[in-house]
């Protein structure tokens, strides 16, 4: 069963910046998706950005490209969430995710394209 560990949310002050980190354990299949979710207060769990590990695709919700960048750990175990010029709307609980194989460029905004989902790490940006 995949495990995913999430760290490095916080507060900060808008205009700032937070990076996020996720550890995946217990795959067993070397190919998989691994990002980002987050759930602001009252609304729906949104995809920010994924990677597909060890090489292929990269895809950022248009809300964060340019100030978020998702990377990942030579082992192929690990992403991080750059956060930079950080908004009061990204204020929200943010969720590692994975699935297995690849992330697919039409489909990877999709919740339910994931099988497993980490604890979530808060990230609080005031004005």
């Known amino acids: 069963q995949v495990r995913l560990e999430e760290s490095g949310g916080g507060s900060v002050q808008a205009g700032g910046s937070l990076r996020l980190s996720c550890v995946a354990s217990?795959?067993?299949?070397?190919?998989?998706?691994l990002g980002w979710f987050r759930r602001a207060p009252g609304q729906e769990r949104k995809g920010v950005a994924v990677?597909?590990?060890?090489?292929?695709?990269?895809y950022y919700a248009d809300s964060v490209k340019g100030r978020f960048t998702i990377s990942q750990d030579d082992a192929g175990d690990a992403v991080y969430l750059e956060m930079n010029n950080l908004k009061p709307e990204d204020t929200a609980m943010y969720y590692c995710?994975?699935?297995?194989?690849?992330?697919?460029?039409?489909?990877?905004?999709?919740?339910?394209?994931?099988?497993?989902w980490g604890q979530g790490t808060l990230v609080t940006v005031s004005s």
């Open positions: 995710v994975h699935r297995p194989w690849v992330c697919y460029p039409v489909s990877w905004s999709l919740s339910s394209d994931y099988n497993a």
């Open positions: 217990g795959y067993t299949n070397n190919e998989m998706c």
């Open positions: 990677t597909q590990i060890r090489g292929g695709g990269t």
